[in-house]
């Protein structure tokens, strides 16, 4: 079994920061991607970033040059560096992990993070 636990989300103002993690926990023997996705109320989930175990990053065009996706391969922890934040960025944020276990691969959820940014 895999755990994927987020933390770190909050309420800022526009243009303030925040720092996202999660943690992948369980029987896991490679985490060959982690990644970020958010879902703003009454949108669909959307990609947000993701980054390899060799550390190749991907962002979606709309926090390009703002948000830095990076990785803890040790702790089995992603992180999301949050700057320049919108409020068209206010969204539950969800950490997602493809993961090879004795059990074979799968994808994991974390259980979602809340960012509010204000005007």
């Known amino acids: 079994q895999v755990q994927l636990v987020e933390s770190g989300g909050g309420a800022v103002q526009a243009g303030g920061s925040l720092r996202l993690s999660c943690a992948a926990s369980?029987?896991?023997?490679?985490?060959?991607?982690m990644g970020w996705y958010r879902q703003a109320s009454g949108k669909q989930r959307e990609l947000v970033a993701t980054v390899t175990s060799g550390g190749s990053t991907n962002y979606a065009d709309s926090v390009k040059g703002r948000f830095t996706i990076s990785r803890d391969n040790a702790k089995n922890t992603v992180y999301l560096q949050m700057n320049s934040l919108k409020p068209e960025d206010t969204a539950v944020y969800y950490c997602?992990?493809?993961?090879?276990?004795?059990?074979?691969?799968?994808?994991?959820w974390g259980q979602g993070t809340q960012v509010t940014v204000s005007s």
């Open positions: 369980g029987s896991i023997l490679n985490i060959y991607l």
């Open positions: 997602n992990a493809f993961v090879v276990s004795g059990r074979g691969r799968g994808n994991y």
